[in-house]
């Protein structure tokens, strides 16, 4: 027989990929609408089985993200759409030593109507870091911060971890 031999105390070793959400697909309202439409799919169930595809709409509807994979290790970046909220759809970037990560200020808006087509307006305001081609063209973004002092230091740490140049 042989022995197994465990280390309490080695850490153990951390996975070099980062995921970093991003936003909802449809937005706080389009979420909002996907959750009653997976609900009323669970009601509609019951009486018949169609309920089960107003289920999958709902639910595709409601936790639908974005986000973006970051491998430190073999220095690729991946955009990707989360269908369900678990199935990332992407493509992997290679980093390339002329690259540039940006700060850039995001502002995205989303209205609806409800009652009597009174407006309902909800602003998001956030700093995002993007990556950047050579020739200064906006590739993905990918994290998103709520002050510009943390996106500023995460981008020079980000930097420094996948060998780009510094920012000015």
């Given at each position: 027989?042989?022995?197994?031999?465990?280390?309490?105390?080695?850490?153990?070793q951390q996975d070099m990929v980062t995921k970093n959400?991003?936003?909802?697909?449809?937005?706080?309202?389009?979420?909002?609408?996907?959750?009653?439409m997976l609900i009323g799919g669970i009601i509609a169930t019951y009486y018949s089985f169609t309920g089960l595809i107003i289920i999958l709409i709902g639910a595709f509807i409601s936790f639908t993200?974005?986000?973006t994979h970051i491998d430190l290790e073999n220095k690729k970046i991946r955009f990707s759409n989360n269908?369900?909220?678990i199935i990332p759809v992407g493509k992997w970037f290679s980093i390339e030593p002329d690259m540039k990560i940006g700060v850039k200020k995001s502002h995205r808006g989303y209205r609806a109507y409800i009652?009597?087509?009174q407006p309902i307006d909800i602003h998001n305001n956030d700093?995002?870091?993007?990556?950047?081609?050579?020739?200064?063209?906006?590739?993905?973004p990918i994290q998103?911060?709520?002050?510009?002092?943390k996106a500023k230091a995460a981008q020079i740490?980000?930097?420094?971890?996948?060998?780009?140049?510094n920012p000015e």
């Open positions: 027989m042989q022995c197994i031999k465990f280390n309490i105390l080695q850490k153990p959400k991003l936003d909802k697909v449809f937005g706080p309202f389009g979420s909002s609408m996907g959750f009653f993200t974005t986000s269908l369900f909220g009652r009597g087509n700093f995002r870091l993007f990556l950047y081609s050579f020739d200064n063209k906006q590739i993905m998103k911060f709520n002050s510009y002092i740490e980000l930097c420094s971890n996948l060998g780009l140049n």
